[in-house]
């Protein structure tokens, strides 16, 4: 990887770093840090399922585990919130070698391990709805006490640089992966597994470093979720909803691509606003509108918006040239 | 440099290969041979470690390689081909042939500039931008050879790399083969192209119904009775020495 | 420690359950079995399923063991639309493909439903409800034990008209080798829409059997779809007898479970059992080979 590979990346985010100083809505600003945090735990998945081809239905499990680090960490051992944060990402990156371990060397891929994640994900569920160190069903509330050390802002900007500076790190994280042994075969995995061996590619090994940085890039975004909400139960942190919403963006943005899942995900929750204005609010509503965009996509754009982009833009140069 | 000793796979009740011994010599090229369904590919697969033998053994260099896993085998020097070619479909020759390169490449820049070298000697030149899905049959069987020979093996194992060209293209394949072998690469490879195999071949081993029949250099072994026999069933080797004898 | 009565009753409560498990992943383990595909929306069908006993029985004053008779070929003739016309074209034959767009619809339907029913549980209020049969010492549920004897007997039905019919043995012949039996003219894009129609029938069924003595919100069929695929995991991908056999244990240890370590835990059991198949032996229990 070189620099001007990551020349895009530096410009994206330091044009999006201004965004809070010209919109001082909190409404907005809540709206794009969560769109934020979604974006995060969707780059979690695009690095096993886009770049490794593995569709985990079940990366709540990563999601959950990060959320509930933050929180627990804090409210029942002490620990300062940012090495909470740390140690969240961690013990996401080891449920995922977990998870990984378990299920890859069972050789479990397609839709089994998109059923076997699934269901790691709900026995985590049901487990943190059932202790009681995990707060049961009431789940865990972090004491509001507002001090930077403490991870807590006055200004909802704050948090929208911390999770932009995530999201950025991530696309670089990515970009490299993309450029490197590890990402080429990674991608060689996908394509053809059989193949790959064959070329001296250690398969097991490469899908445990991606299902790892995987679920410590998911818990991450967990963690945040935990932070900034103050607030984690276990049908938020552990729930299918943020599995459905981690495949969703990728696909939509670009499978397998670096800018995919943020992409994807802004342009989800953009609409998802859009068709909450138009419908009032009528529950499910735009997760429907989701479920209907995952099957038009799949049918209709299998590379996704950037797919799209991409083509219109070689048609439009092709136009020219002719 | 290749060792076979006494290997058998069975498949459930079916002995896919039965107590086969063979030996590639460094440096050479080896021929395996065989109808249909001999068995020819599984033992192929021993080899290259995708199927582990009932019994028998695996030696590389002298070592014991039966138990190891088939990147291993790749990190040791051996290199296959799939008959039933395998490419990556959603990459460009070129990425495909670098995934190859990546073994003895950690940088993607050496990589890709070795790959291009090998996509270039295989005649792939001006395809390495393409889709690989977009190939011709025999654009993949080259695609098959250049990503092996781009892991920098000692020993190349060709599976039916010939197999569904046409004659001009085989003409143009046969000194990439030779060339590569020139190179100090010890090759194995199963051919059904006779032409080729007596082109090509030192020595070349015969396998029936996964027992090796016969070996030798190529035109003892065409003129082997078992061979005939196995090739054309019971008895031909008979009446094909009476024809030649009323002719 | 339990009194063996107590534990019996759980038993046969559980395998009073355990048909009706069954029956729902007979759809799932049939469309598994000839479409080799995991279809994610069968939880939501049959969560459209239940609404639909729901809506005849509030609306019409349909008795849901009445229902059975249109809303079988009603969800017959919706599953081979579905298959026909959005999961085929839209999945470019492709397995990763299916496996999206089937989850994409279980999202659409569920949260359609959300929509048009709001969050709220229902229930029907048959008088039979609660009506109790004795049965030696145990007291048994009288719309639970119906159910128990329907969902064995379509069952069979479905095992009959597999085995019997020419519709059978075509979708067998797709099951097994499906460019084979495109080559004798079976037509096969019209059995997989068949196939797919028959798993929801099994669902509408399913849905008439449960609704007497269980409720329906739009978020119900996620529970039953992940005993479904634990149980059609259990018993071999694909395989009747072993979907029967599976639906009869999962309903026994979710029962026994739920008896021991209480309600919030008691599912826990199912899931265990799940993964440690799926690492384990994927195949199946039963022997049936995916
Ligand atoms: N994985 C497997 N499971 C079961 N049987 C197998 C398997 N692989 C190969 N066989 C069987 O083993 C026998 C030998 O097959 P193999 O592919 O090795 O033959 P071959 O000599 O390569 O034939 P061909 O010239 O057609 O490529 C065949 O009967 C085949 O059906
Ligand atoms: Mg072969």
Known sequence: MTFRDIVPIIVLITLLAFVPVFITANTVLNFLVFTLIIALAAQGWNILGGFGGQFSFGHAAFFGTGAYAAALLQVRLGINPWIAFAIGAVAGAAVGWAIGYLSFRSGLRGSYFALVTLAFAEVLRILANAAAFTGGAAGVLIKLDVRPENFQFESRGAFFWIALALVGAVLVLTRWIERSRFGAQLVAVRENEAAAKALGVDTLRVKLGAITLSGAVTAAAGCLYAQYFLYVDASIAYGTWISVEAILAPIVGGLGTVFGPLVGAVALHGLSEITKLAAGSVPGIDLMVFGGLLVAAVAFAPEGILGLLRRSAQAKGAARHA | MLEV???????????????ASLKAAAGAITGLIGPNGAGKTTLFTLISGFEKPSEGRVLFEGQDISRDEPHVRARRGIARTFQIVQPFAGLSVLENIAVGAHLRH???SD????????????????????SASSLTVAGRKRLELARALATEPKLLLLDEV??????????DIIPVIRAIRDEGVTILMIEHVMQAVMNLCEQVYVL???RIIAEGPPADVCDDPKVIEAYLGAGAAERLKREKIHA | MYSPAIIAEAVVNGLMTGAVYALIALGLTLVYGVLHIINFAHGALLTAAMFAVWVVYEALGLDPYLAILPLTPLFFGMGYAVQRFVIGPASHGNDSNILLVTLGLSIAIENALLAGFRSDTRTLNTDYGFQIVEFGPLLLSKPRLIGFGAAISVTVL?????????????????AKEKFGASLVGIDVAHVYAVTFGLGCACLAVAACLLMPTFYVNPRIGQAFVLVAFTIVVLGGMGSIPG????GLFIGVVESLCGLFLGDSLGQIGI????????LVRPTGMFGAKA
């Open chain 3, 158 to 174: 479905l095992w009959l008209l597999l085995s019997r019919t020419d519709t059978g043995k075509a979708i067998r012949a797709v």
């Open chain 2, 5 to 19: 000793q006494n290997a058998t796979k069975r498949f459930g009740g079916l002995v896919a290969v039965n107590q």
């Open chain 2, 106 to 108: 950690a940088k993607r």
């Open chain 2, 208 to 210: 029936a119904q996964g």
């Open chain 2, 111 to 130: 990589a890709m500039a070795r790959a291009e070298r090998v996509g270039q000697r295989v005649g792939l030149g001006p395809e390495l931008e393409k």
């Open chain 2, 162 to 171: 010939l197999a569904g060209l046409n004659p001009s293209e085989i003409r």
């Open chain 3, 243 to 246: 979907a029967l056999l599976g």
């Open chain 3, 271 to 278: 899931f265990l059992i799940f993964i440690l198949v799926l």
